[in-house]
């Protein structure tokens, strides 16, 4: 039984996504339809390639996964079909796919070209169906498209080290629903360019001189419930993707805040890691 999972920035009100599990029960019966979000931002590339990197490795192999940001074909905007690590991908050449690339390298990408045998101008619910039923039925890439080499880059995907790694510059890449900040900075690599060496995390007029195993570790449990401070606090993890993250203890918007508002950070701002030697 195939498995094909939804990544969009349709949201749930309109027809959108509907329309396309339609579609896709039309073609494949017995498939099974997996959302992993429609609440990606209009058109943020970004955010998507960092939504559909940290979930498609819970998935078996040989699941297809469509996804629906910034999708509509243009000279510059065209469709492709990958195979990566035994998984189907399926979205526009426009970045998404770069930021699984830089950690596994595809097996092979087509660039779609079966858009003269579809009629519509919905390309996930005219052209992504089609393709992702052609691969649930055992179909090859190269049946759909045309082997190409490379994709498309997002720019700014991978953070600066300067020369003498006194210093790595990161950005903002996603935003979570608790307003805490995730950047590009990936643990591996950060603790390459660190060495041991002492540190300080710099985001915008806040510093932080401590990375924290979990968010409850802020918290000095010794200390009776009542008299605790704790919500609302600034703190730095690495997130359960190994992701660099700036965050508030129980962060809520609606009461304490969160780090993106109460620190003024959005996408694509800089966080800054100054290295020191002893």
Known sequence: MAIITLTTDFGMKAHFVGAVKGALYSEIPNVTIVDISHNISPFNVLEAAYVIQNAFKSFAKGTIHVIGVDSELNPENKHIAMALNGHFFI????????MICTEITPEHIV???IHNKVVGSFPVLDVFVKVAAHIARGGTLEVIGKTIKE????????PFVSSDQSQLIGNVIFIDRYDNVITNIKKRFFETIQKGRRFEILARNHKFK????????IVDFSI???????????????NSSDFLEIAMYKSNKA???????????EMMDSVTVQFFED
Do not use: H, W
């Open 91 to 98: 979205c526009a050449n426009n970045g998404i796919l770069s």
């Open 224 to 238: 009776p419930l009542k008299n605790r401070n704790d919500e609302g606090r600034g703190l730095v993890v690495f």
């Open 151 to 158: 994709i498309k880059p997002i720019t700014n995907l991978m």
């Open 210 to 217: 401590k990375i924290y195993s979990q968010y409850s570790e």
């Open 255 to 265: 009461t304490v805040g969160g780090a993106s508002t109460l620190m003024g950070l």
């Open 111 to 113: 660039e779609i070209n």
